[in-house]
């Protein structure tokens, strides 16, 4: 045997025990590594598909709830979207508390409507869009069931430059504000949606309108 052959064996031999020696140390830390991933990954699997199942059952559960709604039978949508409420997965729960107060308005009981919507929008856990959104829907009930105090305490902190729902929140002010004898708010707020270039077509048409009627009537005597 020449000695390069030797020095070869040699070595091959010394690596080979240094990776036994390192199996030895290291080999149950990496097969329980091992198993820890493949766990993890199956229990993650599972979890995803366990909140896809609630989600999908939520889903059905609220467009049944919606197709009460829409067929007139409130009793039993409102009942749907309390369970909704109280057992749905993700948005559902918040979407049902929305969509119940809009039914309670639709049943005749307006009062009952806007105490659900400030419900909503002085919960703390809710987004503040969805908060706005809340106070812009009491508002627009209290146009025709309340105060111009009652409306402006919903939506005037909404009418502010660069806030999203400023058009509809100055129109149900100006609404308001027109119905109670403020011609000179009205006007203004009517106005202000007009000469907003970012006010949607519809909403600015509106208030041209409103802006005509209520110049055209004069003044309150």
Avoid: C
């Avoid at 009652?150 to 100006?174: F, M």
Wanted: aromatic share 6%; charged share 25%; proline share 2%.
């Amino acid at each position: 045997m020449s000695d390069d052959s030797f020095i070869r064996e040699v070595n091959e031999e010394l690596r080979q025990d240094q990776l036994k020696s390192i199996w030895r140390r290291f080999g149950p830390i990496a097969i329980g590594a091992a198993v820890v991933l493949v766990l993890a990954t199956a229990a993650y699997v599972g979890y995803e598909r366990w909140t896809a199942s609630r989600a999908n059952a939520s889903g059905d559960a609220f467009s049944q709830a919606l197709d009460l709604a829409r067929q007139g039978e409130n009793d039993e949508a409102l009942a749907a979207f309390k369970e909704l409420e109280a057992s749905g997965h993700g948005s559902y729960p918040l979407l049902a508390r929305m969509r119940a107060a809009t039914v309670l308005a639709a049943d005749g009981d307006p009062q009952a409507a806007v105490a659900a919507f400030d419900a909503i929008a002085n919960d703390r856990a809710i987004t503040d869009v969805i908060a706005d959104v809340a106070r812009l829907r009491a508002g627009l009930l209290l146009v025709d069931h309340g105060s111009y105090a009652d409306v402006a305490a919903r939506v005037e902190t909404l009418t502010a430059d660069g806030n999203a729902l400023r058009h509809s929140a100055r129109e149900a002010l100006g609404l308001s504000a027109w119905k109670e004898g403020k011609r000179e708010d009205a006007l203004r707020l009517f106005g202000q949606i007009s000469g907003d270039a970012a006010a949607p077509r519809n909403i600015r048409q509106r208030a041209e309108l409103m802006s005509e009627l209520i110049a055209g009537s004069g003044p309150a005597e």
